[in-house]
């Protein structure tokens, strides 16, 4: 984390669910957060690992795991707390045949749920990795997304490209 300071999650409680990648789960903890922790400020919800092969069972998997999990953790902890942060991660473009559709599904109910859920203070972001995008890539905008910094951000889908990086 190059980028992120220090201390930038210290004391939040943030959930995870659908298999996040450890990279992403050691990033947010170096940072200070208290991972599976109350009082639960955050959820970061990794479709990935559901989608799996691609079909349409995976797509319905990706889906419905993530509506659970995002309605969890929302009515138990985020709306009575009046405020947090929820990030999906949508499979990667190459992922199988419907991952444009899980995409455009975790899309959709990122800014969906922006609207319906801001008079509760829960503010939502997916993210979008490419085809090439690493996890520590989606690490680092994980952890902004879930800062104090990130909760101005609602209703975005964060689209990533291959990075080029020049010597």
Not at 46 to 74: I, K, M, N, Y
Not at 101 to 106: C, E, F, Q, S, T
Not at 109 to 125: D, F, H, I, K, N
């Amino acid at each position: 984390m190059t980028m992120l300071g220090q201390g930038l999650l210290d004391g939040r409680g943030v959930a995870l669910a659908g298999g996040v990648a450890p990279a992403i789960v050691g990033a947010i903890a170096a940072l200070g957060a208290r991972v599976d922790a109350e009082p639960i400020r955050a959820l970061v919800y990794d479709g990935r690992p559901a989608f799996g092969g691609g079909g349409q069972d995976s797509l319905r998997d990706c889906t419905e795991l993530a509506w659970v999990a995002v309605h969890d953790v929302a009515t138990g902890a985020l709306i009575p707390a009046g405020a947090g942060k929820i990030v999906l991660i949508a499979p990667r473009p190459d992922a199988g045949p419907f991952a444009a559709a899980a995409r455009a599904a975790l899309e959709n109910l990122a800014r969906t749920l922006s609207v319906e859920w801001a008079r509760y203070g829960v503010t939502t972001a997916a993210i979008a990795p490419g085809s090439q995008t690493g996890d520590d890539e989606l690490a680092e905008l994980v952890c902004f997304l879930i800062s104090p910094a990130g909760e101005y951000v609602s209703g975005c889908v964060f689209e990533l490209g291959t990075l080029i990086r020049t010597s």
